[in-house]
């Protein structure tokens, strides 16, 4: 089993060392990662920079993070498409902040949503924010 870092173990994404090293632990994964490594092989695979290993493996052992090995060689990315995933909210109820997307509300549009560059999903937010 493959399990990520920032915003599945911890709480938030951390760009640098010292995020790294502060970041709060969301703890209800944990225990079910821990859970799952009673009777699977867990790799902690990360798109973290390989000169940050020590802050990584420092931080899964001070958490009590239950892994057999780490990789540090994930692409970084805002998206995957994998047949073989699944997402934390999916196993349990997390709260995080999403980035923000610069939007404005149209003029003489009924005050619908106008998200630079999001076509359709400027429409689907419209359409969240009438239900």
Known sequence: M???VDGTLTKSVCWTREEMIVAEPNQEIIDKVNEWGKSNFIVIHTARR???YLETYNWLQKH???FHAI???KCPAD???DDL???PEEL???EYE???VPMSKKKGDGGAYDIEGMGDAAKELNEMEKK
Request: aromatic share 8%; net charge positive.
């Open 2 to 4: 493959c399990i990520d």
């Open 50 to 52: 390989h000169e940050c």
């Open 64 to 66: 009590g993070v239950r």
């Open 71 to 73: 990789s540090m060689g």
């Open 79 to 81: 998206f995957y498409l």
């Open 85 to 87: 995933t699944t997402r």
């Open 92 to 94: 349990l109820p997390i």
């Open 98 to 100: 999403l980035p923000r």
